[in-house]
């Protein structure tokens, strides 16, 4: 008897507790196992030291979130993203105080501007939500040989990418109608 009170107490405390799902939807950022993994040695991309010595960062895996500006087929059928680089916030903004109504939340202006070869998901590559101009994604890669040929910057090979479709996060200047 007392084993199935121990169950029980089990299955309720598990049917209220719920994953940030692949959007995120909760108070914090919540990454995904896969991306823990991705992210581990991994630091985050700067820009201007970059462009000071490159060849240090191409020893090791970068990391940054960037809203898409622009997509063409890159080499291999990879894509080729330009992307207007984001700070995460500290904390997701919510419409209220359930944690489903809470989005990925990124800085409202670009640092600079990245561009990142990846190999996409069927579901990223193709359909409604698929990656296009205005999605935002979290990369994680190595910087290549190669260059830009329009602006001269690093291109980003992805070793792992996460994405959100427009729509299914805000940026900071939504915080006028929204709350932390």
Known sequence: MRSLAVAAVFSLASLGCSSAGPYGYSRDYSPLSAEEDAVEDAREYDPIMVQRDPDDWKKGKVMLFGVVRSRNEGPGGTAYLSLGMRSLAARNLCDDFEEDTCRVTVGDKE???VHVLAKLDANDNIG??????GSLVRVVGKLSDG????DGTPVLEAQYYRHWPRGFYVTSADASHMRK
């Open 147 to 150: 260059v830009d040929p329009d």
């Open 128 to 133: 409604k939500e698929s990656i296009g101009a």
């Open 111 to 113: 640092h600079a501007i």
